[in-house]
């Protein structure tokens, strides 16, 4: 698998704001709202006060990978430029008739980072393990949820892959980095100098020893975490028709988080009012609000600031936008604007305290 942990996926919104009706339709027309302040309320209007179109993407359903999507609605997906190596856990018999396992970390020397399940007792995924190479040096740092924590760490580095290991050279107790920790933790890093053997491939053992209450396992690190993200997508293209002046609010994107394997960064770019074509100082005022709809609305943000703001979605979250344009004395003609909403995939390490190194604690 590739480099996952920043996936991006781009979505170019085309803004439009006409003062003057212009034939052709789109593919899907929302509801428009607009204020009257007679009465304080916002009321749904017709066709021959506003109307507003969006052009849906080609695609409604991407996954992984880096995904743009231009303004002419196609969807591109660029396929991960290294190669995935799958790791395998091992089990070996012992002289005595017994048996152990092991999991191994397969990782590809292109100073890609990497995540990697750490596995107590098996079957139960407790950590993540983090690898990347960079000229020289292999850092190689470990996770782990909830309550787990581990009282010692163990570290062995292989250049072949290591599916025939004896009994000795699986002994945690002899890898050549190893720690113990007095205070159990749950995060730690290794820094170790690469073996000069010229290979495309590192093979890494990575053995703690951990606890969770009562509870106390073996676990290793292994199988490359599966990192992925598909986002749904109301629409690309929005394009206002507007007859008279007043403010109007429709719902502008709807973005859902399909699946992602982590949190999803939500941010936005070049958000701004709209300016009439072909020149002029000629401003449309535009605001959103992230709302389910009208009556949810609890604040309205000026496009500028919008470039300001950021979302974090779990998997299943949808994230709703309403915009609202002010039609005043403005004069007739086209007003534009072209916006970037950016996914990112956060799948980051976390901050690790203190020196690391080779040495034991």
């Known amino acids: 698998m590739g480099e996952w942990p920043r996936k991006v996926l781009r979505t170019s919104l085309y803004v439009s704001a006409i003062l003057f009706l212009i034939s052709g339709a789109l ?7 607009r204020y009257d302040p007679t009465t304080g309320l916002w009321k749904v209007v017709d066709k021959s006060e506003s109307e507003i179109k969006v052009e849906l993407p080609s695609a409604r359903e991407f996954f992984n990978s880096n995904v743009s999507v231009p303004i002419a609605g196609t969807i591109v997906l660029e396929p991960p430029t290294s190669n995935h190596v799958d790791s395998q856990i091992v089990t070996i018999k012992s ?20 995540y990697y399940k750490i596995i107590a007792g098996q079957h139960e995924w407790i950590g993540r393990a983090t690898v990347k190479s960079e000229n020289n040096s292999l850092s190689v740092s470990f996770s782990l949820f909830d309550n787990w924590v581990a009282s010692e760490s163990h570290l062995h580095l292989f250049t072949e892959e290591p599916t025939n290991l004896s009994n000795s050279e699986l002994a945690p107790g002899q890898f050549p980095y190893k720690r113990s920790y007095s205070t159990p933790v749950n995060q730690d890093t290794y820094t170790v100098t690469l073996p000069a053997t010229e290979v495309s491939t590192i093979y890494i053992l990575l053995h703690l020893k951990v606890y969770n209450g009562s509870n106390e396992e073996t676990a290793w690190a292994g199988e490359e975490e599966e990192t992925k993200m598909c986002i749904q997508v109301s629409n690309i293209n929005v394009a206002w028709y507007v007859k008279k002046p007043g403010q109007y609010v429709a719902k502008f994107l709807t973005a859902a988080i399909v699946t992602a394997s982590h949190p999803v960064l939500v941010t936005f770019s070049n958000f701004d009012d ?30 500028t600031d919008l470039n300001n703001q950021s979302l974090t979605l779990q998997n299943g979250q949808m994230m709703n936008m309403l915009h609202k344009i002010v039609v005043g004395t403005q004069q007739a003609g086209t007003y534009r604007n072209t916006a970037t909403v950016t996914f990112t995939l956060q799948a980051v390490q976390n901050h690790i305290e203190g020196e690391s190194g080779q040495g034991g604690k």
Request: net charge negative; no cysteine.
């Open 95 to 114: 002289a005595g008739g017994g048996g152990k396992w092991y999991f191994y970390m397969a990782y590809p020397l292109d100073s890609v980072k990497r």
């Open 274 to 303: 709209l300016s009439l074509e072909g020149g002029g100082e000629e401003k449309l005022p535009v605001y959103y609000s992230f709302a389910e709809d009208l009556s949810s609305v609890q604040s309205w943000i000026r496009a």
């Open 27 to 33: 593919a899907y027309v929302p509801t428009v709202y």
